[in-house]
């Protein structure tokens, strides 16, 4: 992938020399990826925030937290597709390249699947992310509308936990065995980020498709089944937990690899190192498709490969200093009530 232009500061490196934090507190660290924080904490001149696409419910919080954010003396920016809905200014809106230029933290109101597409969008930027839920689970947006505002305040005084969660990067390409003619005809392959997963799966019509597994050039497996799901860590709890993977703790450098409907009986998902390069090889099934946190795909044919590693991309999630993985998930997916 080619380096953004723009190439962020580390986290803390606003603050002069000896000075402290904003608020004179320390941020907590939780254990993740290569691109954690290293230092105790840094203040936020420059905000952005950004709501769900068309979303009715998302105009008065929005502006709420920009007249608090305000007050605090912080620069509030917008994304223009926030602003055109809610009637926002749009001569001060910004795309989200130059909110990523110049925001110091950006706040994202809505769901999940919001989030997935800005962690994308902004992490080559190293923008970090505070997510406000208005979606239904919430995974990754944990703070309530309710309590924005003082959540907020208590990071912009320093009191947060940073996580470093990882990506995936995909392209999708002929094969080495492709018809030359075929090969000429075909541009470079796209190299797409996801932040969930890379789901290779059958298409409408709904024949099963058959693929081989590689891992690092090593042969897995051969399989026919409605697709395979490669998960990261953060997408281990979307459609490959329906499918029967495991629940993978974000901190964990691993992918996984979680067959969908496989016609077997004896196979079962595989956990790898963040590390291998995994590569699938379609035999059969003329209409599959490659899709990508389900906010985009590409069709792949006979022969075509998809190849699927670590980006060197981290998202940064802010959460409040309370914040507990474990109450979350038991939170969301009902653990522990009784009948």
């Given at each position: 992938?080619?380096?953004p232009?723009?190439?962020?500061?580390?986290?803390?490196?606003?603050?002069?020399?000896?000075?402290?934090?904003?608020?004179?507190?320390?941020?907590?660290?939780?254990?993740g990826?290569?691109?954690?924080?290293?230092?105790p904490s840094?203040t936020?001149?420059?905000?952005?925030?950004?709501?769900?696409y068309?979303?009715?419910?998302?105009?008065?919080?929005?502006?709420?937290?920009?007249?608090?954010?305000?007050?605090?003396?912080?620069?509030?920016?917008?994304?223009?597709?926030?602003?055109?809905?809610?009637?926002?200014?749009?001569?001060g809106?910004?795309?989200?390249?130059?909110?990523?230029?110049?925001?110091?933290?950006?706040v994202v109101l809505?769901?999940?699947g919001?989030?997935?597409?800005?962690?994308?969008?902004?992490a080559?930027?190293?923008?970090?992310?505070?997510?406000?839920?208005?979606?239904?689970?919430?995974?990754?947006?944990?703070?309530?509308?309710?309590r924005?505002?003082v959540?907020?305040d208590?990071i912009?005084?320093?009191?947060?936990?940073a996580?470093?969660?990882?990506?995936?990067?995909?392209?999708v390409?002929?094969?080495?065995?492709?018809?030359?003619?075929?090969?000429?005809?075909?541009?470079?392959?796209?190299?797409?980020?996801?932040?969930?997963d890379?789901?290779?799966?059958?298409?409408?019509?709904?024949?099963?498709?058959?693929?081989?597994v590689?891992?690092?050039?090593?042969?897995?497996?051969?399989?026919?089944?409605?697709?395979?799901i490669?998960?990261?860590?953060?997408?281990?709890?979307?459609?490959?937990l329906?499918?029967?993977?495991?629940?993978v703790?974000?901190?964990?450098?691993?992918?996984?690899?979680?067959?969908?409907?496989?016609?077997?009986?004896?196979?079962?998902?595989?956990?790898?190192?963040?590390?291998?390069?995994?590569?699938?090889r379609?035999?059969?099934?003329?209409?599959?498709?490659?899709?990508f946190?389900s906010?985009?795909?590409?069709?792949?044919?006979?022969?075509?490969?998809?190849?699927?590693?670590?980006s060197?991309?981290?998202?940064?999630?802010?959460?409040?200093?309370?914040?507990?993985?474990?109450h979350?998930?038991?939170?969301?997916?009902?653990?522990?009530?009784?009948?």
């Amino acid at each position: 992938m080619n380096e953004p232009a723009y190439r962020p500061a580390p986290l803390g490196a606003d603050q002069p020399s000896g000075a402290a934090p904003h608020g004179g507190a320390s941020a907590r660290v939780l254990p993740g990826g290569r691109a954690a924080l290293r230092t105790p904490s840094r203040t936020f001149g420059t905000v952005a925030l950004i709501g769900k696409y068309k979303s009715p419910l998302i105009a008065e919080p929005l502006a709420d937290l920009a007249r608090h954010l305000a007050a605090r003396g912080v620069e509030v920016l917008i994304d223009r597709l926030t602003a055109a809905h809610v009637g926002g200014d749009m001569a001060g809106a910004l795309s989200l390249e130059e909110i990523g230029q110049r925001a110091g933290l950006a706040v994202v109101l809505g769901g999940d699947g919001t989030m997935l597409n800005i962690a994308r969008t902004l992490a080559p930027f190293g923008v970090p992310l505070v997510g406000v839920n208005q979606g239904r689970l919430g995974f990754l947006t944990d703070l309530s509308v309710d309590r924005m505002a003082v959540a907020l305040d208590a990071i912009l005084d320093g009191h947060y936990l940073a996580e470093s969660r990882m990506l995936l990067e995909a392209t999708v390409g002929p094969g080495s065995d492709a018809p030359a003619a075929d090969a000429e005809a075909v541009e470079a392959p796209a190299t797409v980020l996801a932040f969930n997963d890379v789901v290779i799966s059958k298409g409408e019509r709904g024949g099963m498709i058959e693929f081989d597994v590689s891992v690092d050039g090593q042969y897995v497996t051969s399989l026919r089944a409605d697709g395979l799901i490669i998960a990261s860590p953060t997408g281990s709890t979307a459609y490959a937990l329906s499918s029967g993977g495991p629940i993978v703790h974000p901190s964990l450098s691993v992918m996984s690899l979680v067959p969908i409907c496989p016609h077997t009986l004896s196979n079962r998902p595989i956990i790898v190192s963040a590390g291998s390069s995994i590569e699938v090889r379609m035999r059969a099934g003329s209409e599959a498709v490659v899709r990508f946190d389900s906010h985009s795909d590409a069709a792949i044919g006979c022969a075509d490969r998809l190849h699927v590693r670590r980006s060197d991309h981290d998202v940064m999630l802010l959460h409040p200093d309370d914040y507990d993985y474990f109450h979350m998930l038991r939170e969301k997916l009902k653990w522990s009530e009784t009948l």
